[in-house]
């Protein structure tokens, strides 16, 4: 999708398309491929919302969080950070996996309950 504009809709597909992936997963013992996957929620929940309030289509993750917190969002922003974070360090380790499920699915739920506001 790079390079790609995604209108609302578009972003909401690929969103449905990467859930229904990321649901087939054991989020402890796939947590490598749940934390990715769940970045890709992120992304695309941010840009339908960004969309959805703002017009702005957001085409690259790079920023994302900082486009949030000057538009006002820095709890959105705080929690999209924290995701991208754990992306890093689930490539690195896997120690606390059960705890980091739990943390990464409340951080995407704010993304998402934001998205759809």
Do not use: C
Not at 2 to 17: C, K, V
Not at 36 to 42: D, K, S, V, Y
Not at 89 to 107: A, H, M, P
């Amino acid at each position: 999708m790079r390079g790609q504009a995604l209108n609302e809709a578009g972003h909401r597909e690929a969103l449905d398309q990467i859930q229904r992936s990321r649901a087939k997963l054991d989020p402890v013992a796939d947590i490598r491929a749940y934390v990715e996957l769940t970045h890709g929620i992120a992304i695309h929940s941010v840009a339908a919302g960004a969309l959805r309030r703002h017009s702005v289509d957001l085409n690259n993750h790079q920023g994302m969080a900082r486009w949030l917190r000057d538009h006002g969002y820095p709890d959105i922003a705080d929690a999209f950070n924290e995701i991208e974070s754990l992306r890093t360090g689930r490539w690195y380790g896997r120690q606390g996996n059960g705890s980091t499920v739990k943390l990464i699915d409340e951080l995407l739920a704010k993304i998402e309950s934001w998205s759809l506001a």
